[in-house]
């Protein structure tokens, strides 16, 4: 176990449905992320929150929309997906570098594996 | 752009050999380079960070090579098994924000007994 807990671990949904991602870090610490992994792909940085607050955006489409309501909590709530947004969806967290060379080693939830049908 | 190149998709070794991963990289002036281990239906698992001024980093029965010049990383396994069987990621970061870390699209290793 990494202290990172994501739920649920598979979800199946319709182009209409609306759900939600859950992640959640026991480390204490100030950074999470979002991350979606296709196959044979590198992971795709979503979005970060520092301290709660969101601080990078990837030029995500407005389908998906992050929440942060504390450091320890993530939402990635879904909707109006595409089959093209299938993936593994990945949550981490780590404490935020304050300078170059201090490390910033996330540690990564089991993710969780999207179908849209 | 920036560009990371693990440059094996898949490779596959016998029990109890070294296994050689490598990482590339243009157009990145990294702090650190990490590498970690990916299980099928699991999220990645750190194993080693290896900074800009190290040239070389063990533990255990792996080791990590950073050649700034080169801008590459080897990762060695040695005496594998197959449990070592994954798939590794390398990553690169360390700027003074927390957003630029970038992986590699990994190297899927199998080690058969």
């Known amino acids: 176990e990494t202290g990172v807990t994501q739920t649920p671990r598979h979800l199946v949904m319709g182009m209409t449905n609306k759900k939600s991602l859950k992640c959640e870090q026991h480390?204490?610490?100030?950074?999470m992320y979002w991350y979606k992994q296709s196959a044979k792909k590198p992971l795709e940085l979503m979005f970060v929150y520092n301290f709660k607050e969101q601080t990078e955006n990837n030029s995500v489409p407005s389908r998906f929309s992050p929440e942060c309501p504390n450091s320890s909590h993530l939402f990635l709530h879904l909707h109006t997906l595409q089959p093209e947004d299938s993936a593994l969806y990945l949550c981490a967290s780590s404490q935020i570098p304050r300078s170059r060379g201090l490390t910033d080693t996330q540690y990564f939830g089991p993710g969780t594996r999207l179908t849209v049908l | 752009s920036q560009k990371i190149e693990q440059n094996s998709e898949a490779l596959n070794i016998q029990e109890g050999k070294t296994a050689t991963l490598t990482c590339n990289y243009t157009?990145?002036?990294?702090?650190?380079l990490q590498w970690y281990r990916q299980d099928p239906g699991r999220g990645p698992v750190f194993l080693l960070l290896?900074?800009?001024?190290?040239k070389e980093k063990r533990k255990e029965r792996l080791k990590v090579t950073f050649d700034t010049t080169l801008k590459q990383s080897l990762f060695h396994i040695t005496a594998s098994q197959p449990a070592d069987s994954a798939t590794y990621l390398c990553?690169?970061?360390?700027?003074?924000?927390?957003?630029?870390?970038?992986f590699g699209a990994g190297t899927r290793l199998t080690v058969k007994p």
């Open positions: 990553a690169l970061g360390g700027a003074y924000n927390n957003n630029d870390m970038r």
């Open positions: 290896i900074r800009e001024n190290e």
């Open positions: 157009n990145y002036s990294p702090a650190y």
């Open positions: 480390l204490g610490h100030n950074a």
